[in-house]
């Protein structure tokens, strides 16, 4: 029996909706179609949600390749890649591209997906205006950012956000003029949207919130934005990322009925029965497209028609948004808020570690999830939304996420894999469903995450699934994987130890050669590693690594905290406690001066002054600092305070001078940043006025000398401290002190208090190092001295001096 002949199917539009399709319907029916692809671009099928990494350096070009010019050859598909089509026939079946070459059909698949929406403004066609939707933006971009350009990006949505983080990864100072008061409103809500533009601005990104776009300013070429209110924004580069319209030119020219995208119906079939349409540029049920998600959904159903079986049909599936900034962590679906009384909102905040999260409920169902800081459980919830999963029972606990629920089998990462429906989606940059992984796995005996993403793409663009995928592929193959010290941050699979061991012994000495050399999967680090890699390595080569002052959290770099109601709180050291007639008085005048509500005496010994406005800060710190009062570090990572009882020189029960070697204390350790922040106290008698067995370092004076014990802690977890030592002089407390400090540098990690510190390594393992060696303590004693000798202090007033204002909002922004 001959084999019908092979149809011919025409692709008009090489994109990621288009070659899916494609994909699918080589997967189903080989040998139904001759195949001929025109793309208006001059590469093969890319990944074009990855453009933002590619920006931003994280990606090159090749990496985000979906479909090589070999695979074309291998499936015989015709591709003409940089020859877009201008006209099709539907009377006479054919496609016209720009070439003049005519091509005939059988079938015809329309992908041409989105133009950027470009607002009707004045200057919008100088040169220095760009879009932001493939290879060639990308480009014109990075050769902006080269040249030391300036950016403006309109829009503060998904692809706003990315393109600004990406040219701001490149060097360039940028700007974000949104129209709204939230970022990304149509997936966060108000809280989570100031949370991102909190952290956004740390990362030394400038928002222009409330700003209407009246104008591009420029002549020969663009120099910045006029708003409608007056503001004005200057720049070089002006990128425009407002959001996207359906491309239906083609479509209306061919006569398709066309409404805002290409109408088609449940099969993706449009009004001419013989030509199908996906991805951005259609519209299905009144509703256009401008996520990845529905596309796949879109591609499997078009591909199965196009293979004979009309009983496929397309529906919407339950979307999920995700913001593809290194260390920034975000997640939506569904709805944002209660819409009305029938809505339930459960709400978790952690404002200190800036966590937040939103559960919609409707009638015993998660109807919404927005979260912030930590995604860990997005999978999970988005899950329960797509099965409509009744969760009344576990509704007092489900905030905290599927550890708290009561499941038997959980995965890696909070997922529950044993429980999750095949056709679950994992990777939704590549539309990987559960079910292909483990059909994957199963029938190709795969082992490891880079065979699983080498077959299944799962896990190999952005990488956020790849924990689900790793729990995926121990669910299958039943491995049992051996517990190791977690990663410091998604960026390295290494441990905090292990970077620190490694900075030192391959001689690294830069955070760019910490990453290259240990291999870390995002190029400028994230978050939670760029701080502890700041502090390690100032830890290890005091004398040679500078400082990163944009590693460090906002309450560091200004020397002041950050209050609820946006205001400042300043508090200038006082040495062990003491004061004198001249400071109170200038900080009274500052008090005055500046008319600030609140002074308060803080619980260590000190003066805080309270509701300092933002622009007040350098004015504040400069009249501080010519009394001689320097930052007291309040909220640092180093040294706090050193509480002190006024001792033998005043109390009839002290026994040394408890005040006087406070001081010495302090000014020893004065500017030496710490894995967290340290305390410490000295009692001038064993009544222990000064709270000394609770602090980091406590010293209690007796009358044979000093008791020196460590690792107390009076926060939350009360715990008392460990006695370290008994010694007779002054002396021998400073060299004593210092060496546990030094150890505790050197050995903790990053944001691990002093307390924990001593209990996982005990209180024995330090006696031996600074009690029982001698030699040992005077060497940790002496590096202290030596790192303290290249302590980058890093006044305030001084740093600001001589900023203008938008050069000390790029510094201290924090809204």
Known sequence: MNALPRQKLVVVGNGMAGMRTVEELLAIAPARFDITVFGAEPHPNYNRIMLSSVLAGEKAVDDIIINSRDWYDENHIALHAGDPVVAVDPVAKTVTAASGLVVPYDRLLLATGSKPLMPPLPGLDLPGVVAFRDIADVERMLAAAEAGQRAVVIGGGLLGLEAAWGLRRRGMPVAVVHLMDTLMERQLDVEAGHLLQKDLTERGLHFFMGGQTEEVMGTERAEGLKLADGREVPADLVVVAIGIRPNVDLAKAAGLEVNRGIVVGDGMRTSDSSIYSVGECVEHRGQVFGL???????????????????????????????????????????RLAAQDEADEELIYR??????????????????????????????????????????????????????????????????????????????????????????????????SLDEVKAHTKASASCGQCASVVQAILAHVTGEVVEAKAAGMCGCTDLSHDQVRREIVAQDLKTMDDVRAALGWRHADGCAKCRPALNYYLICAWPAEYVDDNQSRFINERVHANIQKDGTYSVIPRMWGGVTTPAELRAIADVADKFAIPTVKVTGGQRIDLLGVRKEQLPAVWADLNKAGLVSGHGYAKGLRTVKTCVGSEWCRFGTQDSTGLGIKLERMMWGSWTPHKVKLAVSGCPRNCAEAT????????????????????????LRGTDHLARVATEAEVLEYSGAVMQIYREEARYLERMAPWVER?????????????????????????????????????????????????????VE
């Open 694 to 717: 609770i602090k980091d370092i406590g010293i209690i004076c007796v009358e044979a000398g000093y008791d020196i014990v460590v690792g107390g802690n009076g926060g939350i977890e």
């Open 292 to 334: 990845v998600a529905p596309l796949w959904e879109q591609a499997k159903v078009a591909a199965a028609h196009l293979a004979g079986n009309a009983d496929a049909i397309y529906v919407t599936p339950a979307l999920s948004t995700r913001l593809k900034i290194t260390g920034i962590d975000v997640f939506s679906a569904g």
């Open 350 to 447: 952690d404002s200190a570690k800036g966590i937040y999260k939103k559960l919609v409920l409707r009638d015993g169902k998660l109807v919404g999830a927005v979260m912030y800081g930590d995604v860990a459980d997005g999978n999970w919830y988005f899950q329960l939304m797509r099965e409509a999963a009744d969760v009344a029972e576990m509704r007092d606990r489900m905030i905290f996420g599927q550890a708290y629920a009561d499941h038997a089998c959980k995965g890696k990462g909070g997922m529950d894999v044993a429980a999750m429906a095949d056709d679950a989606q994992v990777c939704g940059c590549n539309g990987v469903s559960k079910g292909a992984i483990v059909k994957a796995i199963t029938e190709k005996g795969l082992t």
């Open 761 to 813: 390594v005990g209180i024995e393992s330090i006696k031996k190092r600074v009690v029982d060696d001698a030699a040992g303590r005077a060497a940790a004693h002496a590096r202290f001295l030596f790192s303290q000798a290249y302590a980058q202090i890093d006044p305030w007033a001084e740093r600001v001096k001589g900023l203008d204002a938008h050069e000390f909002n790029a510094l201290a922004e």
